[in-house]
């Protein structure tokens, strides 16, 4: 099973390797750069799995470049702020 292939393995996953950077000296500002241009890679590489990957590359489809580094942060906001990881 892929990691796309559940949102919660996916958000798992992108918490921990947010938390591996922070915890390797790495800015905030650094790491919303390398979660954009995995959100772009992902939006032309890779088809959506379930509903919220569907709503995060429709989202990501219609925003501007700034709205696109806002979408990357309140993503990486999202995953190391969840209090309950449930990897599934």
């Known amino acids: 099973m892929s990691i796309f292939d559940n949102w919660n393995r996916w958000k798992d996953f992108l918490g921990d390797r ?5 915890n390797l000296g790495m800015s905030e500002d650094t790491i919303t750069s390398f979660a954009k241009k995995i959100g772009d890679y992902l939006s032309e590489n890779v088809d959506p799995k379930n509903d919220q990957d569907r709503v995060l590359k429709d989202l ?11 979408l990357a942060r309140l993503m990486m906001k999202m995953v190391t702020s969840d209090p309950v990881k449930s990897s599934q």
Do not use: I
Not at 18 to 22: D, F, G, M, N
Not at 61 to 67: C, G, I, K, Q
């Open 18 to 22: 947010v938390e591996q950077a922070e």
């Open 60 to 70: 990501w489809s219609v925003a501007a470049e700034p709205e696109r580094l806002v």
